[in-house]
């Protein structure tokens, strides 16, 4: 059974920068598109990049330029690259097969997210 689990978040600056990690504790997810996923409170989750495979990536059109998401096939994992981050990107971020940005990627289930807080 696929487990996600992300990691990397935590307080930072406005302007700074984090590089979040997902992985799984269980069986290994697998080859269709992955994406991460950010909840704002109050709001329901949302995409904001999803990565194929073979490299493509496709990013929500806010976090476009400060978002670069890639992936290891080999390691399993997924990374996410944020940089000048601004408080309004304060959200737990998760990550999951991708549904959205005109992928339909296998779902999993979902892990606890990694809370990111951008604030001076």
């Known amino acids: 059974q696929v487990q996600l689990v992300e990691s990397g978040g935590g307080l930072v600056q406005p302007g700074g920068s984090l590089r979040l990690s997902c992985e799984s504790s269980?069986?290994?997810?697998?080859?269709?598109?992955m994406g991460w996923y950010r909840q704002i409170p109050g709001k329901q989750r949302e995409l904001v990049a999803a990565?194929?495979?073979?490299?493509?990536?496709r990013y929500a059109n806010d976090m476009r330029g400060r978002l670069t998401i890639s992936r290891d096939n080999v390691k399993k994992i997924v990374y996410l690259q944020m940089n000048n981050l601004q408080p309004e990107d304060t959200a737990v971020y998760y990550c999951?097969?991708?549904?959205?940005?005109?992928?339909?990627?296998?779902?999993?289930?979902w892990g606890r997210g990694t809370q990111v807080t951008v604030s001076s």
């Open positions: 269980g069986s290994p997810f697998g080859d269709g598109p």
């Open positions: 990565v194929r495979s073979g490299g493509v990536t």
């Open positions: 999951n097969g991708a549904r959205g940005l005109g992928y339909s990627g296998t779902m999993y289930s």
